[in-house]
């Protein structure tokens, strides 16, 4: 079995496993919750945050030679399927990506630091050696 989808409501859930069934894609779901109430939550503060990926409700494939064609079926429809360690892989296939080059606001912190270094050399030049 493999992961395919995972989303906090249950309808996005119920759909594919439904479209997934009319594809002849056999699939399962865990940490699905019986109980039956509205999968929308108002927003609070003080509310402890619970919700993780690995709790949502997923979608499994259940034999490997359809994880293919579900795949293919989830883009067909606008989902990206679920890839875990996705930069990881990217990074790894793609060596001119691995290269750590320092972003614009690194570059320019140092080129201030540059400048900044340059007027306090200036300055102790001035004071020491009398120079201007």
């Known amino acids: 079995m493999r992961l ?5 409501r249950s309808e996005n859930i119920d759909r594919v496993v439904a479209l ?17 109430r509205s999968s929308y939550q108002r927003f609070s503060y003080t509310q402890q945050r619970q ?4 709790s ?11 994880y293919a064609n579900a795949r293919a079926l989830m883009r067909e429809i606008g989902i990206e399927p679920l890839v875990r360690h996705g930069e990881e892989l990217a990074a790894a296939r793609n060596p001119e990506l691995r ?6 606001p690194t570059r320019v912190r140092r080129l201030l630091l540059l400048v900044v270094l340059g ?6 030049m001035r004071y020491y050696f009398h120079v201007i």
């Open 4 to 8: 395919i989808y995972t989303s906090p």
């Open 20 to 36: 997934f069934a009319e594809r002849g894609i056999e699939s399962t779901v865990s940490n699905r919750s019986n109980w039956k």
């Open 51 to 54: 919700d993780s990926r690995d």
């Open 56 to 66: 949502w409700p997923q979608v499994w494939v259940t034999r490997a030679e359809d």
């Open 99 to 104: 290269v750590n080059q320092p972003s614009a």
């Open 119 to 124: 007027v306090a050399v200036f300055q102790a």
